[in-house]
């Protein structure tokens, strides 16, 4: 009897030291693939034996194009190894700026930035969970019209399209990641999910609208859809001020590029955290609107009651004549 329950406890003690590195390299891989980009990246940090594993190229491959199809048009994107960091990059949400530390000298200038000379765009539209639209657009961002003009990027226009199904605003989910393909890095240039649902009322289309906060200006993304027939008809990619007034190329660019330089915060969870900074932005944009229609109205008032005073010294200069 003693015997069998020594046997008993050796085996028992056998399974217990068996860890998951033990399993067949095959079999880790299969396991591997089946997470997602957030997990899989802390797994690679458990232990030496899984960082080579959880690093494997083509493991970031087919997870980065399961979640973005788009990136199989993207040039930049032909080698594995990019996959990893496109992820790091793409994934999360670019941080808040931080303010700058409080100084009674005033600082020295940094030099100027360069500007991406090209912009890469990978949009993908998900209705229900299901890719309805996939792009890729790329922009000249180096000519004199773009700088000059307002930035917009246009991922669908005119042409449109049909989804299978009717279309509810609540369930559109839009991946905007812009690439930088000179550098490689890349940004998250969308809330994922909406942060605004607005009817027109004169055509019955309905805007979802998509947005990140780059410290003064918001990246708002636009999806332009008859959520009665399912048509899509306009995706679109804009950038505002705090004052609602449109951002050139030039500073929407350097934007862009200062947050793909720029920190990242997580990226589950993020979602809410980018709606709660757009409404921030809203806020702050129509409290300033209010601002300066109230100011407006004083000097008005000011006006007029200049207008009044010197017409009423005419009047008595007449009549003391």
């Not at 399209?161 to 890095?185: H, N």
Request: glycine fraction near 10%; include cysteine; charge should be neutral.
């Amino acid at each position: 009897m003693g015997g069998a329950l020594g046997a008993v406890d050796a085996a028992a003690g056998a399974a217990a030291a068996t860890a998951v590195e033990d399993l067949p390299p095959d079999v880790l891989a299969l396991v591997l693939r089946r997470l997602d980009g957030a997990s899989l990246a802390a797994v690679g940090c458990a232990c030496s034996g899984l960082r080579d594993l959880a690093a494997d190229p083509d493991t970031w491959r087919a997870l980065c194009l399961a979640m973005w199809p788009s990136l199989r048009d993207v040039p930049c994107c032909a080698g594995g190894h990019h996959y990893r960091a496109l992820f790091a990059d793409a994934f999360p949400f670019p941080a808040a700026p931080a303010p700058p530390p409080p100084s009674a000298s005033v600082p020295a200038a940094s030099p100027p930035r360069s500007l991406p000379a090209r912009l890469v765009s990978a949009v993908d539209l998900r209705h229900g969970g299901a890719c309805i639209m996939s792009r890729v657009v790329e922009t000249d961002a180096a000519s004199d019209w773009f700088l000059g003009a307002p930035f917009r990027v246009d991922a669908l226009v005119q042409e449109g399209f049909t989804a299978p199904a009717a279309i509810a605003p609540a369930g559109l989910s839009l991946s905007w990641i812009l690439i930088d393909p000179s550098t490689g890095r890349a940004m998250n240039a969308s809330s994922r999910r909406p942060v605004s649902v607005d009817r027109k009322w004169l055509t019955g289309d309905t805007v979802a609208r998509f947005a990140v906060v780059l410290g003064g200006i918001a990246l708002e993304a636009a999806v332009t859809c008859d959520e009665r027939h399912g048509h899509v008809r306009e995706v679109s990619l804009c950038a505002e001020d705090g004052d609602g007034s449109g951002v050139s190329g030039r500073d929407a660019v350097a934007a862009v590029a200062a947050a793909m330089a720029g920190g990242r915060r997580g990226g589950r969870g993020g979602e809410g955290e980018a709606r709660r900074r757009y409404e921030e932005f809203v806020a702050g944009k129509r409290a300033r609107k209010e601002w300066n229609a109230r100011r407006e109205g004083m000097v008005d008032l000011c006006c007029s009651g200049v207008g009044a005073a010197a017409f009423l010294g005419f009047l008595v200069m007449l009549a003391l004549r």
